[in-house]
């Protein structure tokens, strides 16, 4: 469920109490709320960072904001979820060094994401100053639908609105992909970011991660639904295993530019030269290449056939996709793998695949209206059966990207 007016009270509660206004600290009792969404992966896996194509919607799970201007330098930022606060000067931050390269920044938890976009800001220029925030979310943590990314936009709107900065949705999305980069230290790609910053309400978004060209795809609720279910699963590997992957689609284009000197990323190989060159690669680059530059026609056609509202089409793309990343790309896990099967069982369900990185999180799978309540019940009963686990059952709703959605002054709040 989407955050109600029970949880923007709950939020507008505990930032009060917590940071009550302080008129000598406070240049105005402005409170501004801004609520950001998690997103979930249609079709088009691992292919962001090879200047490829994706297919993600914003969902109606998120993270709100509550945040007020101060007089000075510092930032201030209570997270109810954790219920732990976190306090540094905005000129305090700076990249460690030890980020970059795939190596993660020293450990802080949930702050890091918040830091990371007050430096990604003041890096591009941006006047930041001191700030105090509270923030509550619901969307799960490390289950594959972006709560990180979910924070850093959130926070960069934030900011933007209480400091009047001009930046964009897409400037945003840069903004906050660097902060994860460079700041956090893990190499992602400009999905995420891109989709909560640009998300729009019943549609998916086609993003071409090279030019971030895009445009939105109708998902009528008539006809289908979308519905995550949870593995459960959380793999520690999932980081370093992400930065192999991203490697060995490096190697592959150094070596597949041999033969075809124009390209710059798997992004610019078709099938068919691919397949010429194929024998020519180690086996696993083979499989590792091969997986990006078909995932990559799978998004096209996906996203054309759900124009036509052809779901059986788009369906057979998910499965397919699903297969690919557990044999060819290997980011797959068997909770991962029976999840898909359980759906593929119930009639009406047109499509299912693992979505985000892998090694655990969330299937995602593309329903006919009336058969959600067939699915959630199969994956309840056979899914603990087949594993011994739990699974969190998310009935989602396409939903807009990150924005400012109330501001008020104390009495107003009151
Ligand atoms: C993670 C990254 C994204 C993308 C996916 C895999 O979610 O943050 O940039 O690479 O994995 O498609």
């Not at 795809?217 to 590997?237: C, E, F, I, M, S």
């Amino acid at each position: 469920m989407t955050a109600g007016p029970g949880q923007l009270r709950e939020l507008l509660d505990a930032f009060q109490a917590r940071f009550p206004f302080d008129p000598a600290m406070h240049p105005a009792d402005e409170t501004v709320v801004v609520r950001s969404p998690g997103r979930v992966n249609l079709i088009g896996e691992h292919t962001d960072y090879n200047d490829g194509f994706v297919l993600p919607l914003a969902i109606d799970r998120e993270i709100l904001l509550a945040g007020r201007r101060r007089q000075d330098e510092t930032v201030r930022v209570f997270s109810l979820n954790m219920g732990d606060e976190s306090a540094f000067p905005v000129n305090g931050v700076a990249a460690p060094a030890a980020a970059g390269e795939g190596k993660p920044g020293p450990p802080g938890g949930w702050s890091r994401y918040v830091e990371g976009v007050v430096w990604a800001l003041r890096e591009a220029g941006f006047a930041v100053g001191g700030f105090d925030a509270a923030l509550v979310g619901n969307i799960p943590q490390g289950g594959g639908l972006s709560s990180s990314a979910a924070l850093e936009v959130g926070v960069a709107v934030l900011i933007k609105e209480l400091f009047g900065l001009e930046l964009d949705p897409v400037a945003t999305a840069r903004l906050c992909q660097r902060a994860e980069n460079e700041y956090v230290g893990v190499q992602c790609g400009i999905m995420d970011q891109f989709t909560v910053a640009l998300g729009r309400q019943g549609h998916a978004l086609l993003l071409d991660c090279r030019t971030l060209e895009y445009h939105y795809v109708p998902l009528p609720a008539q006809h289908v639904r979308l519905v995550v279910a949870d593995t459960g699963v959380r793999r520690a590997l999932a980081s370093s295993e992400y930065n192999t992957r991203r490697r060995q689609c490096e190697e592959g284009v150094a070596l597949l530019r041999r033969h075809l000197p124009d390209i710059r990323a798997l992004r610019d190989v078709a099938p068919h030269s691919f397949e010429q060159l194929r024998d020519r690669l180690p086996e696993v680059l083979a499989r590792r290449c091969g997986h990006v530059i078909y995932e990559n026609a799978r998004v096209l056609a996906a996203a054309a056939s759900l124009a036509n509202d052809n779901f059986t089409a788009c369906g057979q793309l998910m499965y397919a996709s699903h297969k690919s990343l557990r044999d060819e790309y290997a980011v797959s896990c068997r909770e991962l793998d029976e999840m898909v099967e359980i759906a593929r069982s119930v009639p009406g369900v047109y499509g299912a695949r693992m979505t985000g990185a892998g090694f655990g999180g969330c299937v995602v799978s593309l329903v006919r209206a009336d058969a959600v309540d067939a699915l959630v019940a199969a994956i309840e009963a056979e899914y603990p059966k087949r594993t011994g686990k739990t699974p969190a059952v998310h009935v989602i709703t396409p939903s807009a990207g990150a924005a400012t959605v109330f501001k008020a002054s104390g009495d107003a709040l009151a």
